[in-house]
Nanobody, 119 residues
Framework: QVQLVESGGGLVQPGGSLRLSCRASGIISSIDTMGWYRQAPGKERELVAQVTIIPTYADSAKGRFTIARDNAKNMVYLQMNSLKPEDTAVYYC???????????????WGQGTQVTVSS
Protein backbone atom coordinates (compact mmCIF):
# COMPACT_ATOMS: atom_id res chain seq x y z
CA GLN A 1 0.00 0.00 0.00
CA VAL A 2 1.35 3.40 -0.97
CA GLN A 3 1.95 5.90 1.81
CA LEU A 4 3.27 9.46 1.89
CA VAL A 5 5.82 10.36 4.53
CA GLU A 6 6.75 13.97 5.21
CA SER A 7 9.74 15.45 6.99
CA GLY A 8 11.43 18.78 7.55
CA GLY A 9 9.02 20.76 9.68
CA GLY A 10 10.04 22.61 12.81
CA LEU A 11 10.45 25.92 14.55
CA VAL A 12 12.07 28.78 12.69
CA GLN A 13 12.43 32.50 13.28
CA PRO A 14 10.73 35.03 11.01
CA GLY A 15 12.80 35.51 7.88
CA GLY A 16 14.22 32.01 8.13
CA SER A 17 13.97 29.05 5.80
CA LEU A 18 12.77 25.46 5.93
CA ARG A 19 12.68 22.67 3.40
CA LEU A 20 9.90 20.13 3.53
CA SER A 21 10.24 16.72 1.90
CA CYS A 22 7.65 14.08 1.08
CA ARG A 23 8.28 10.58 -0.25
CA ALA A 24 5.80 8.10 -1.62
CA SER A 25 6.59 4.55 -0.58
CA GLY A 26 5.22 1.46 -2.26
CA ILE A 27 4.93 0.22 -5.80
CA ILE A 28 3.83 3.08 -8.03
CA SER A 29 3.22 3.15 -11.75
CA SER A 30 3.10 6.90 -12.15
CA ILE A 31 2.46 10.13 -10.28
CA ASP A 32 0.37 12.88 -11.79
CA THR A 33 0.16 15.89 -9.51
CA MET A 34 2.25 16.55 -6.41
CA GLY A 35 1.43 19.35 -4.03
CA TRP A 36 1.53 20.93 -0.62
CA TYR A 37 -1.38 22.21 1.44
CA ARG A 38 -1.43 23.77 4.86
CA GLN A 39 -3.93 24.19 7.66
CA ALA A 40 -3.60 26.77 10.40
CA PRO A 41 -5.57 26.50 13.65
CA GLY A 42 -9.18 27.47 13.11
CA LYS A 43 -8.77 27.73 9.35
CA GLU A 44 -9.56 25.54 6.40
CA ARG A 45 -6.87 23.58 4.58
CA GLU A 46 -5.51 25.62 1.70
CA LEU A 47 -3.34 24.96 -1.31
CA VAL A 48 0.21 26.26 -1.06
CA ALA A 49 1.77 24.93 -4.26
CA GLN A 50 1.37 22.09 -6.70
CA VAL A 51 3.13 20.77 -9.76
CA THR A 52 2.22 18.47 -12.59
CA ILE A 53 4.63 19.81 -15.16
CA ILE A 54 4.52 23.55 -14.42
CA PRO A 55 4.32 24.60 -10.78
CA THR A 56 1.57 26.86 -9.49
CA TYR A 57 1.51 28.77 -6.23
CA ALA A 58 -0.92 30.43 -3.91
CA ASP A 59 -0.48 34.19 -3.86
CA SER A 60 0.86 33.94 -0.32
CA ALA A 61 3.64 31.63 -1.50
CA LYS A 62 4.71 33.35 -4.70
CA GLY A 63 8.25 34.62 -4.62
CA ARG A 64 9.05 32.90 -1.33
CA PHE A 65 8.29 29.20 -1.77
CA THR A 66 9.53 26.79 -4.43
CA ILE A 67 8.04 23.38 -5.14
CA ALA A 68 10.11 20.73 -6.87
CA ARG A 69 9.52 17.11 -7.75
CA ASP A 70 11.92 14.23 -8.21
CA ASN A 71 10.14 11.60 -10.27
CA ALA A 72 12.95 9.08 -9.96
CA LYS A 73 12.64 9.13 -6.17
CA ASN A 74 8.85 9.68 -5.97
CA MET A 75 9.49 12.78 -3.91
CA VAL A 76 8.27 16.33 -3.71
CA TYR A 77 9.93 19.20 -1.89
CA LEU A 78 8.85 22.61 -0.67
CA GLN A 79 11.60 25.15 -0.12
CA MET A 80 10.24 27.94 2.06
CA ASN A 81 12.19 31.18 2.40
CA SER A 82 11.45 34.49 4.10
CA LEU A 83 9.05 32.75 6.43
CA LYS A 84 6.46 34.81 8.28
CA PRO A 85 4.47 34.07 11.45
CA GLU A 86 1.36 33.70 9.30
CA ASP A 87 3.00 30.72 7.58
CA THR A 88 2.59 28.79 10.83
CA ALA A 89 0.48 25.72 10.07
CA VAL A 90 0.48 21.98 9.61
CA TYR A 91 1.74 21.29 6.11
CA TYR A 92 0.44 18.29 4.19
CA CYS A 93 1.83 16.80 1.03
CA UNK A 94 -0.47 15.20 -1.48
CA UNK A 95 0.05 13.11 -4.59
CA UNK A 96 -2.38 11.92 -7.21
CA UNK A 97 -0.94 8.67 -8.41
CA UNK A 98 -1.47 5.32 -10.06
CA UNK A 99 -0.49 2.36 -7.92
CA UNK A 100 0.94 -0.70 -9.63
CA UNK A 101 -1.86 -3.01 -10.75
CA UNK A 102 -4.52 -0.30 -10.51
CA UNK A 103 -6.34 1.53 -13.29
CA UNK A 104 -7.58 4.37 -11.12
CA UNK A 105 -5.77 7.46 -9.97
CA UNK A 106 -5.88 8.00 -6.23
CA UNK A 107 -5.17 11.12 -4.24
CA UNK A 108 -3.14 10.38 -1.13
CA TRP A 109 -2.22 12.61 1.79
CA GLY A 110 0.67 12.63 4.19
CA GLN A 111 0.27 12.78 7.93
CA GLY A 112 1.26 16.43 8.14
CA THR A 113 4.29 18.22 9.54
CA GLN A 114 4.16 21.23 11.83
CA VAL A 115 5.82 24.46 10.76
CA THR A 116 6.03 27.18 13.40
CA VAL A 117 7.42 30.62 12.60
CA SER A 118 8.08 32.54 15.76
CA SER A 119 10.74 34.59 17.47
Amino acid sequence: QVQLVESGGGLVQPGGSLRLSCRASGIISSIDTMGWYRQAPGKERELVAQVTIIPTYADSAKGRFTIARDNAKNMVYLQMNSLKPEDTAVYYCTMTLLEAGSVWLRQLWGQGTQVTVSS
